[in-house]
Every structure is written in structure tokens, then in C-alpha cells.
């Protein structure tokens, strides 16, 4: 999925340990079940149908979702992508730095992209729920949701 020296700290732990640190060991050493959990169903999100919209329950919006309806004159596709649209470094903007982190945000994205739309697939089977991450002209990168 991305290579593991996107990671500095995880590799500076694989080498403090001479090549014996794995991904499981960073995970027990930095986080928590609860975090856990809560990554669980980051990776996993909760959906909600909303007058036929696939909307993701923790971006869900009631008020949001009026205005979009009305903007877009009820067209169900651009309803979903922009009520599930979301920045991806914001998930995490209240723990970062001042250092550049375009490829881990890019990572996370692709990430994203990929066990959202297996969760999807695996819930929703008969759907086809579309997930996209692109890159803005201003360099930032965004997933969206939808069906087609």
C-alpha cells in the first residue's frame, strides 16, 4: 500500500531495534484499544441513507444536506459527492506540525480510497458506491463518495 519510510519514526524504531519492528509493534507502542476502535470505524465508516443519498453518517449534515438538495436540484450524485466530500489532512490537522507532509496525506488518501470502497463493496454489493481521492490545483487532496 506505501512503503514504510513514509513513516520516519517507524523507521527509526525498526532500526533502533535492528530490523526486528513491525508495524504491530509501532501500533501496540504508540495508540490504545479505544483508538483502535475508533480507527476501526474510520476505516469502516458508518453509512446513512438519506431520500435515496449513500452519505457518510459522521459527515452527515441535516442542514448541509438541504442546501446541497436545493443547489443541485436533487441531482443524487452530485448531492453525495459533495455532502461526503472531505479534505483528506484535515482527519488529522489538530496533531500535525509545521513539517510537509504531502506524501503521508497522499498515502492516507489511497488508503482511504481502499478499505472505504472494500467496506462498501462488502456491504453494499449489488451498489456501485465509488470512492475517489484526487489532488486539487492547489496541491491538497480530497476523497469523495458516491453512487453510480
Request: net charge negative.
Amino acid at each position: 500500500m506505501f512503503k514504510d519510510e513514509i513513516n520516519e519514526e517507524f523507521m527509526d524504531f525498526k532500526e533502533a531495534n535492528e530490523g526486528d519492528f513491525t508495524w504491530w509493534n509501532y501500533v501496540n507502542m504508540k495508540s490504545d484499544i479505544h483508538t483502535a476502535l475508533g480507527f476501526a470505524k474510520f476505516f469502516y465508516p458508518d453509512i446513512v441513507e438519506v431520500e435515496g443519498c449513500f452519505l457518510l453518517k459522521d459527515k452527515f449534515s441535516q442542514k448541509n444536506f438541504s442546501r446541497w438538495k436545493k443547489d443541485y436540484q436533487n441531482n443524487k450524485v452530485t448531492i453525495e459527492k459533495m455532502m461526503n466530500l472531505y479534505q483528506v489532512k484535515d482527519f488529522f490537522h489538530i496533531n500535525v506540525g509545521e513539517e510537509d507532509l504531502r506524501d503521508q496525506i497522499q498515502a492516507l488518501g489511497e488508503a482511504l480510497r481502499k478499505f472505504w470502497s472494500l467496506s462498501f463493496k462488502d456491504r453494499f454489493p449489488n451498489r456501485n458506491i465509488v470512492v475517489s481521492v484526487f489532488e486539487e490545483e492547489d496541491g491538497e487532496f480530497f476523497i469523495t463518495v458516491h453512487e453510480q
